[in-house]
């Protein structure tokens, strides 16, 4: 990923590894070549790993829609949280982070391209998000999130990581200690790069392809 980074010119763009669905065997695999930090969609499975690898010091960050009734566990065990997108999530995560551990690194999901079925703030709601995440001590905002549509035309891809761009550019102005946009995934994460994200969620492309639910024996 770093010489991929350095292709496109942006020598400071993350590698986050999306290890849903993925054991923590193959997890500790993953941190043993070097990688710290890991993306889970939803809480209930990420907490057994999360424990199980305690020892190692990992970075966890949740990148699945957080629902409300999951937020205080969300904030007492991950250091991310990249999905925020309403001001009842700021509130939640505020309230239950703990004052023992440091502030809760947050994103602000943008809907970009504003599919009906995805979540995601629209982009005229990110400034209201924004200041209200800096009016909370136990939250740390750290910039935008976005998942575009999986466009089969990759400059409408690029068209949605351009937009996503711009919009960090504006956010930064008002809140300059920002610094991450995570946009890109395993089949564009370099025309992510190369539009601007500083963090690209990875999964296939490093644990190879998921195996398919099997139905449980009768």
Same mark, same amino acid.
Request: charged fraction near 20%; glycine fraction near 6%; aromatic fraction near 4%.
């Given at each position: =990923?770093?010489?991929?980074?350095?292709? &496109?010119?942006?020598?400071? #763009?993350? @590698?986050?590894?999306?290890?849903?669905?993925?054991?923590?065997?193959?997890?500790?695999? +993953?941190?043993? &070549?070097?990688?710290?930090?890991?993306? /889970?969609?939803?809480?209930? /499975?990420? @907490?057994?790993?999360?424990?199980?690898?305690?020892?190692?010091?990992?970075?966890?960050?949740?990148?699945?829609? *957080?629902?409300?009734?999951?937020?205080?566990?969300?904030?007492?065990?991950?250091?991310?949280?990249?999905? *925020?997108?309403?001001?009842?999530?700021?509130?939640?995560?505020?309230?239950? %982070?703990?004052?023992?551990?440091?502030? @809760?690194?947050? *994103?602000?999901?943008?809907?970009?391209?504003?599919?009906?079925?995805?979540?995601? &703030?629209?982009?005229?709601?990110?400034?209201?998000?924004?200041?209200?995440?800096?009016? /909370?001590?136990?939250?740390?905002?750290?910039?935008? +999130?976005?998942?575009?549509?999986?466009?089969?035309?990759?400059?409408?891809?690029?068209?949605?990581? %351009?937009? =996503?761009?711009?919009?960090?550019?504006?956010?930064? =102005?008002?809140?300059?200690?920002?610094?991450?946009?995570?946009?890109?995934?395993? /089949?564009?994460?370099?025309? #992510?790069i190369e539009e601007g994200a500083t963090m690209v969620r990875i999964g296939?492309? *490093?644990?190879?392809?998921?195996?398919?639910?099997?139905?449980? #024996?009768?």
């Open positions: =990923m770093d010489n991929a980074s350095q292709r &496109c010119g942006r020598p400071n #763009a993350r @590698l986050l590894a999306v290890s849903k669905t993925r054991s923590a065997a193959a997890i500790a695999a +993953m941190a043993a &070549c070097g990688q710290q930090a890991f993306g /889970e969609n939803y809480v209930q /499975e990420a @907490l057994p790993k999360i424990e199980a690898l305690r020892g190692l010091g990992l970075e966890w960050h949740l990148i699945g829609h *957080l629902q409300s009734n999951k937020a205080e566990q969300a904030a007492v065990a991950f250091d991310w949280v990249q999905t *925020l997108d309403r001001l009842k999530l700021v509130t939640a995560l505020a309230k239950h %982070r703990p004052d023992s551990l440091s502030p @809760l690194n947050v *994103l602000i999901q943008v809907n970009i391209d504003d599919e009906a079925s995805k979540s995601g &703030c629209h982009p005229d709601e990110v400034a209201a998000l924004a200041v209200a995440i800096t009016h /909370e001590p136990r939250l740390h905002l750290r910039g935008l +999130m976005a998942i575009p549509a999986p466009a089969p035309d990759m400059q409408r891809r690029r068209s949605a990581f %351009r937009a =996503m761009t711009a919009l960090f550019t504006a956010v930064h =102005m008002r809140h300059p200690g920002i610094d991450t946009l995570s946009m890109g995934m395993s /089949e564009d994460f370099v025309a #992510a296939s492309a *490093l644990f190879g392809a998921r195996q398919p639910k099997t139905e449980p #024996a009768a």
